[in-house]
């Protein structure tokens, strides 16, 4: 028996498409991004001894929905994120990636240089 | 620790869930893939999947869904179990260690239900069959 696993072989199969691959890796990068908020969070109110029914009771939410959402079952919503952000006295901040960014400010300059 | 990623195999050594995903557009198939992994490496009860891996209710609870939209807003759906257990309990039941085990998929247009035959006859019959297995059969 192969000491790989059935999805592994799969995957790496699968990985020859570039279509998927760049899909795969596009998903990953969001999934992570996505996660790293929530756990963030989680991380935060933990920090500050807050439980989730106080964090909840604080926002004005059920404590069901503070369960669900940092346990994973249900789909994060904007709102209640910024909320609970909000309360543990944190921001939701959105960082451009530095490569995309020097590639725009190197085209505006071209394009400046060339007007000129 | 990261769990394992296993398939549902049937009797007749067919594996619903990966002929699921073969007919899915590539994207769609990546998706599913990058979910299982994310959650894979971050397993329950930690938050994992980007919002696309949700617990079910009701008639399916104990089912985990991946919930994705697809070109037309096709929606295409992945169900799986997941086993956890001490580890000579997973070595029981032929398991390596905690593990998702892909069941199958299901594909529908926007805004139309399954009903709950649907579910019965291609999530929990199938999923029956693999919990009734001792070992488990998987996919090799």
């Known amino acids: ?116 | 620790m990261a769990w394992r990623i296993e398939y549902y195999e049937q009797h007749d050594g067919s594996v619903p869930a990966t002929k699921f995903l073969d007919g899915c557009p590539a994207k769609i198939d990546a998706q599913f893939n990058a979910v299982l992994d994310a959650v894979a490496a971050a397993p329950p009860p930690r938050f994992s999947g980007g919002g696309k891996w949700e617990a079910m209710h009701g008639s399916m609870g104990g089912y985990y869904e991946i919930r994705l939209s697809g070109p037309g807003r096709e929606q295409f759906r992945l169900f799986c179990l997941l086993e956890n257990a001490a580890p000579t309990e997973l070595r029981r039941r032929g398991l390596k260690a905690p593990s998702i085990v892909v069941i199958n998929g299901m594909r529908k247009p926007h805004r139309t239900t399954f009903t709950d035959r649907d579910y019965r006859k291609h999530v929990r019959a199938l999923g029956e069959d693999h919990l009734a297995n001792i070992p488990r059969r998987l996919a090799q």
Request: zero cysteines; charged letters at 40%.
């Open chain 1, 1 to 116: 028996m192969s000491r790989t696993g059935f999805h592994e072989r799969r995957r790496t199969e699968r990985m020859r498409d570039p279509e998927f691959r760049a899909e795969y890796e596009r998903a990953r990068s969001e999934i992570e991004q996505i996660d790293s908020v929530v756990r963030s969070l989680d991380q935060l109110r933990e920090n500050t001894g807050t439980s989730k029914t106080d964090l909840a009771r604080r926002i004005g939410r059920n404590p069901s929905s503070i369960r669900r959402l940092f346990t994973a079952r249900s789909n994060p919503e904007l709102r209640l994120v910024v909320q609970i952000a909000n309360d543990l006295d944190a921001d939701i901040i959105v960082v451009p990636r530095r490569k995309k960014r020097d590639r725009r400010l190197r085209s505006d300059e071209r394009a400046n240089a060339t007007a000129a």
